[in-house]
């Protein structure tokens, strides 16, 4: 592709703060969502869940359910075990991976509690629900699996029996072996510091606003599939595969999603119920969750065992970097479930250098929902491991928690710079960003007043936590995918259009589900292009009309989907280069393209606008010999790196020793992104990130009984943070553009999340290293800080 | 989960082995519940547990899997399941009599396990509740052993002689002091003997057990407590029924 | 979820809402503000055949006063509750209380008689009755009676009304001279209490002449901290006195263990928030 070589434009519309084109539809949910989709003849579903863990399926019969009113139809896992096919896991990461069959419905075994074992079709969704009471299911309950380390232990009772282990796969990365670092085992031999830890990430629930709802429609010759989802493309590929639809019969369609997280990056159980309701019944279905099944039954994230060690010379140089995970795949395999530790693995290095390092994960079966994608998905858990055990370094060299992080980091000037991982970071400045957010916190003053405290004992204590992160997004290059064994590709796609009438269709293949993409994308074309930021229209999610593209998450948007439609908007400007020179009669050497004007270089005078030009491509009456009538561009993008973003978040925190009760003073987020397209949509999505990550370290837990009932099924006992609970979030950026493309960005959808969960644990943990504490569960409910400054004495 | 109970009463093995096959000194102990049907080792019946506006109807069966005279020893397996899908419970009863010269010792141990929406909640005082309602049980239980005499005949329905404790708010009174598991509520009703009826083939319909108003628990959210108990008593009471019917 | 299917009455009277709940037997189920109702109803815990909405009847609304009492109307909203100023001048604790509750959506349906009559001991207003000791007036079949706040609360989520009884308002005795303060402490800003507690004290000079104190969330029902009181009067109205008698708080409270905390937990937090409770009331 050719590059514009005359001077760009000052960007007007990058960089500035649009208030976003999509939002007023969105907040007043005056739109289509997937639950506003009402076709003629449409039936509504509602679907039986399993009670058990784990049980045999004895007897079921949904006889008494078809004399219901209103109900049309009723089938089981029986009716369509030989039709339904298994659902994917498009990640399966070793050659030797445990896979068991996961169909949609449950035939003769269930696995975890809400997993689906019938349903039933009726003329309202309130009759389909009544009729579910009258479904006759017997079972035989057997052993429930729970516990991460006894699935593992010798004896132990079996998810799938007939796999014979609970074990899904082993997983190892070594530097020495991989030949990008050395060895661990001497590094550790004879290190004067060996600090050895255990942490749990905590199994939460991504509690997307807007509960998942599929529509089928089987009519005539094409299958459509309405669906909250994240992933389109994806899902109308899996969907052809798994049902044999060929794939150009297949139409998917994700209107307006209210947030996915993650959480509906899947290919679900219920989508293809609908779908095989929709073919068996000639009619078309939907399924709309409700908020208790949503929480039971959407795939939950994180529940991960951590064991970190680490090697350092007495002066706090990091000598060796070891690290061994359990983690929860639950009773299947989703889309991605085994991989999504995997990808943490890359970043436990962080932002240091690391001479040698070594991750090994074990995935294991229990009889819980599956875990798979959850904002951040590894990375989040990546950081969290490492900077609580830095502080842990800190505290033990008796070193300011920010100097041992100074004394391990890439330099400014080192980048690009290929870590331990063999990952070439691109570029950052650690340095920058760190001295920032001191100055924003106020870091010093804070310091002394934490001693005063100490020193008073005073009630009130104070924390401070650091989190100085990096993280890899933008997936991703397709080459890396393939050879961890990842199912797709990571390039991006789009289109752009130029009507005759001067305005702009965008087609992307990004599916955005909140994060304004519609307006970021506007943007960079009324840059590119030089039109007005209303001119654009952009589409995306219908793959009738977004044909091709990989979906939206892992913070892969802007960073592969806007470079691809930077790219398409470069070839349109090409496209329009020979057309101008023909029209101002000049040679296309001589133009210069400034906002949206071609000129001849040096002149004054009238030039021709990109609008003329697509006007008289339209008529075509007058153009070059052999020059195609159009403007309009494709491009298709595959990243030849990760992005990496980085960052360095600063929590203060104040702890009511009486009652445990944690409250943040004030939090501090300096983050470097690159090049930034939207401030607003940037804080956003910084704010809406650390929101969650403040709710990994304070609030949220999931939590499963001895018998596998989830007992935090509704938002009573759930805690989610809301913005009452949270304090006001003071950021700012540096700016170290992403080398290798001219827009310069990098991600920023998950790196909130990433970076402020060990900020606030750091804090709370600081608070309370007088008494004795160096650790403290997620989540830090007040009763757990509670519990830690009683008990901490005695360790 | 496993909950115990234990009680002892003052009479003596073989003569509390007897009076615990009498059922109607015994099913009045457990209210809430019908029996619907026996067959041999096997029995249907419902139990409703009501608490607060919170109303669960469990239809299940359960059947005799160990009786063992020579050991006093019983056990029974129980599963119920609530009748708008709100979820299951399952129970697993052993009771065992051990002679103390003239005092029988009862331990009964219980094994339950409920799931569905009772069992989405941050409750975990189910053994509490289940505790103190199982209590109640042996309670009113060891009241009746601690009788003795010769049968009493006649009909055999829990629920009805309950009902009448639990109806309406308004009892409250007694109800209200009863703090952890007193009988006092339940046994005036039983002072005076039932008039002899043939069998015990007819269940009335039992009222609602508004079990906190008879037991008094403390949990915050006891709902999924009730559920399992409620399967705890279909248990226990089919065991006392089943032993009447195999005389 | 959808709840399952019911009967639908609308009384425009008392007597009308009485004689329909009575005509239902034990299976109907009054509507208030349904901020409690509608959630068990939707989940399927609760599937009454009859729901008698309160909604159509006026005289159950608001605030207004007779003699030495404040009379508050059952189907008296939150909101108007926390922005009456009868409330404000002669039962400020109920303001604060109030104010405390869910949030503001919740407290614009939700309603003073349906929040005390639902008797959840987790929730903020049936510890302020007690403690105010509030007189609850009941219509029923039988006719009219009145219940005193320490009889109202029977067990968790059991109150004194009968299946066929409508609550038709609280009367608080008026009081001056008294300071209060609600002392709340939870997980999220629109949780339940884990522990709350409702302080009221009279001071006489320099120290405490009388106190109130009740306690949510410490039982199955509202708690009336006998002990702590006690122990408060005629003591020193500073922290050392205050503490020592807010050691007294568990005294006639059984905590419960659940997901949010333990009994013993609690336990301690009840210590900590009566003492923090009553030197706010204090001032």
């Not at chain 1, 949609?104 to 003329?123: C, F, I, Q, S, Y």
């Not at chain 1, 933008?474 to 995918?481: D, I, K």
């Not at chain 1, 004795?772 to 005695?794: K, L, Y």
Request: glycine fraction near 10%; aromatic fraction near 6%; proline fraction near 6%.
């Amino acid at each position: 592709m050719t590059i514009t070589e005359e001077p760009a434009a000052p960007a007007r519309e990058v960089g500035a703060a649009r208030t976003r084109k999509e939002d007023a539809r969105l907040i007043t949910g005056r739109t289509t969502w997937t639950d506003n989709v009402t076709l003629p003849g449409m039936l509504h579903l509602a679907i039986l869940r399993s009670p058990f863990a784990h049980a045999r399926i004895t007897s079921i019969d949904v006889g008494p359910a078809l004399s219901e009113p209103g109900v049309i139809a009723a089938f089981t896992g029986r009716d369509v075990a030989d039709v339904q096919g298994a659902l994917p896991c498009a990640w399966v990461v070793t050659e030797d991976t445990v896979h068991p069959d996961h169909g949609a419905l449950a035939v003769d075994t269930v696995r975890h509690v809400g997993e689906p074992v019938a349903v039933v079709a009726a003329r309202s969704r309130a009759e389909a629900l009544d009729a579910l009471a009258a479904i006759e299911v017997d079972y035989e309950p057997l052993p429930v699996v729970l516990d991460m380390e006894a699935a593992l232990a010798e004896g132990a009772d079996l998810v799938h029996p007939d796999k014979g282990t609970n074990k899904s796969y082993t997983w190892v990365f070594d530097s020495g072996e991989a030949g990008t670092g050395e060895s661990t085992g001497p590094a550790f031999e004879g290190a004067e510091v060996v600090l050895k830890r255990r942490y749990v990430q905590q199994r939460l629930i991504p509690a997307f606003m807007e509960p998942r709802s599929v529509v089928v429609d089987p009519t005539g010759d094409q299958y459509t599939i309405w669906s909250a989802t994240q992933i389109p493309h994806i899902l109308k590929l899996m969907m052809s595969l798994i049902t044999g639809t060929p794939e150009h019969k297949m139409r998917v369609v994700a209107p307006d999603v209210g947030g996915g997280f993650g959480g509906k990056l899947q290919v679900t159980p219920e989508e293809m119920i609908a779908f095989l309701a929709a073919k068996r019944l000639g009619k078309p279905v939907k399924y709309t969750e409700s908020r208790s099944d949503s929480l039971l039954s959407a795939h939950h994230g994180r529940d991960v065992i951590q064991d970190i060690e680490i090697a350092a010379t007495r002066e706090g140089k990091l000598l060796g970097l070891k690290v061994s995970l359990i983690a929860n795949m639950g009773a299947y395999l989703g889309l991605v479930t085994p991989g999504v530790p995997i990808l943490g693995a890359f970043m436990y290095n962080a932002i240091y250098k690391v001479p040698a390092y070594r991750f090994e994960c074990v995935g294991v079966f229990t009889n819980t929902m599956y875990t798979d994608a959850y904002r951040g998905a590894g990375r989040p858990e990546a950081t969290y491991a490492i900077e609580r055990i830095m502080d842990e370094l800190a505290v033990e060299l008796n070193l300011d928690p920010i100097e041992v992080r100074r004394r391990n980091w890439i330099q400014h000037d080192e980048f690009p710079f290929t870590t331990v991982c063999g990952l070439e970071y691109d570029s950052g400045n650690y340095e920058a960003a760190t001295a920032k957010a001191l100055e924003m916190l106020g870091y010093d003053e804070l310091r002394r007043e934490q001693e005063r405290r100490r020193q008073e004992n005073d009630p009130v204590q104070i924390g401070i936590g650091t989190s100085t992160y990096t993280e890899m997004c933008g997936l991703a290059p397709s080459r890396v995918l393939g050879s961890l064994r990842y199912g797709a590709g990571g390039w991006e796609s789009a289109s752009v259009r130029m009507l005759p009438t001067g305005k702009v269709e965008v087609v992307t293949g990004s599916s955005a589900h909140g994060q304004g993409h519609e307006t970021a994308w506007s943007q960079i074309v009324a840059d590119s292009l030089g039109v007005p930021f209303d001119d654009v229209e952009v589409l995306h999610g219908d793959t009738r009309t977004s044909h091709k593209g990989m979906d939206t998450y892992g913070s892969r948007s802007l960073a592969v989907g806007g470079i691809a439609l930077f790219n398409a908007c470069n070839k349109v400007v090409d496209k329009a280069k020979p057309i101008a020179a023909h029209m101002l009669e000049c040679d296309p050497a001589d133009l210069e393209f400034s906002g949206g004007q071609f000129k001849v270089r040096g002149t004054p005078g009238e030039g021709k606008s990109i609008q003329e030009i697509a006007l008289a491509v339209f008529a075509a009456h007058d153009l070059p010999d052999g020059i195609e009538p159009t403007l309009d561009a494709d491009a298709t993008y595959d990243p030849v790196n990760f992005s990496f973003p980085h960052g360095t978040h600063l929590c203060a925190v104040e702890v009511d020793t009486q009652t445990g009760r944690v409250s943040i003073r004030k939090y501090v987020a300096v983050d470097d992104i690159g090049r930034v397209v939207n401030p607003l949509i940037v804080e956003g999505q910084v704010h809406g990130g650390i929101a969650q990550g403040v709710a990994q370290a304070l609030y949220e837990e999931a939590i499963y009984d001895a018998d596998g009932n989830l007992v935090t099924g509704t938002f009573v006992d759930y805690t989610l943070p809301s913005a009452a609970d949270l304090p006001d979030f003071d950021t700012d950026r540096t700016e170290t553009p992403a080398p290798g493309h001219p827009l310069g960005t990098k991600g920023v959808g998950e790196a909130g999340t990433i970076a402020s969960t060990p900020a606030v644990v750091n804090a709370v943990v600081d608070a309370l290293r007088p008494f004795g504490v160096n650790d403290v569960p997620m989540p830090c409910t007040p009763e757990r800080v509670w519990r830690a400054i009683q008990e901490g004495g005695a360790k | 989960m496993k909950l115990e109970q234990n009680f002892t009463v003052p009479v003596p093995v073989e003569q509390a082995w007897e009076v615990l096959l009498d059922l109607h000194r015994v099913a009045p102990c457990m209210p809430g519940a019908t029996l619907t049907s026996v067959e041999g080792d096997e029995f249907t019946g419902n139990v409703k547990v009501k608490l607060g506006p919170i109303m669960l109807t469990y239809n299940g069966k359960g059947r005799f899997v160990e009786r063992d005279e020579a050991a006093r020893r019983v056990v029974i397996e129980a599963s119920g399941r609530d009748t708008r899908s709100a979820g299951t419970a399952a129970a697993t009863v052993t009771a065992q009599l051990v002679g103390e010269g003239d005092q029988t010792r009862v331990d009964v141990l219980t094994d339950l396990s409920i799931t569905g929406k009772p069992a989405q909640f941050g409750r975990s005082m189910i053994s509490d509740v289940s505790t103190k309602l199982l209590g109640q049980f042996a309670d009113c239980l060891a009241g009746r052993l601690a009788e003795g005499g010769p049968p009493a005949g006649g009909a055999v329905v829990g629920g009805a002689t309950a009902g009448a404790d639990t109806a309406g708010a308004a009892d409250s009174g007694a109800a209200a002091e009863s703090g952890a598991g007193t009988a006092g509520a339940a046994v005036p009703a039983m002072s005076a003997p039932a008039a002899p009826t043939a069998t015990v083939e007819a269940p009335a319909e039992a009222e609602a057990v508004d079990l906190f108003k008879v037991v008094g628990s403390t949990a915050a959210a006891r709902r999924a407590a009730v559920v399992g108990l409620g399967a705890a008593l279909l248990a226990v009471l089919a065991w006392v029924v089943v032993r009447v019917f195999r005389r | 979820m959808i709840p399952a299917s019911f009967d639908y009455s609308r009384p425009s009277s008392v007597d009308e809402a009485v004689a329909a709940l009575a005509a239902a037997g034990e299976d109907a189920k009054v509507l208030a503000g349904g901020q409690s109702l509608l959630p068990l109803l939707r989940l399927r815990l609760a599937a009454p055949s009859v729901v008698v909405d309160l909604g159509g009847i006026a005289e159950l609304r608001g605030v207004r006063e007779d003699g030495d009492d404040l009379v508050i109307g059952s189907m008296t909203t939150h909101a108007t509750v926390l922005g009456d100023p009868l409330v404000a001048q002669h039962a400020p604790l109920l303001a604060q209380a109030t104010a405390t509750v869910a949030d503001r959506q919740v407290r614009h349906l939700g309603t003073f008689g349906g929040s005390l009559a639902h008797a959840d001991p987790a929730s903020d207003l049936p510890a302020v009755a007690l403690a105010v000791d509030a007189v609850f007036e009941i219509a029923g079949p039988g006719g009219r009676r009145s219940v005193p706040a320490a009889e109202f609360f029977v067990d968790y989520l059991t109150s004194a009304l009968a299946a066929d009884e409508v609550l038709t308002a609280v009367r608080v005795p008026k009081r001056s001279g008294w300071t209060s303060h609600y002392e709340k402490f939870n997980r999220t800003a629109q949780a339940w209490a884990v522990v709350g507690v409702a302080a009221m004290v009279r001071r006489s000079n320099g120290s405490i002449a009388e106190a109130r104190v009740a306690l949510t969330n410490m039982g199955p029902r509202p708690v009336r901290a006998s002990a702590v009181e006690s122990a408060l009067a005629g003591a020193g109205a500073e922290q050392g006195a205050v503490a020592a008698a807010a050691a007294h708080a568990l005294e006639g409270a059984e905590p419960s263990s659940d997901l949010n905390a333990s009994a013993e937990y609690r336990g301690h937090l009840a210590k900590v928030l009566t003492e923090r409770a009553v030197l706010a009331a204090l001032g």
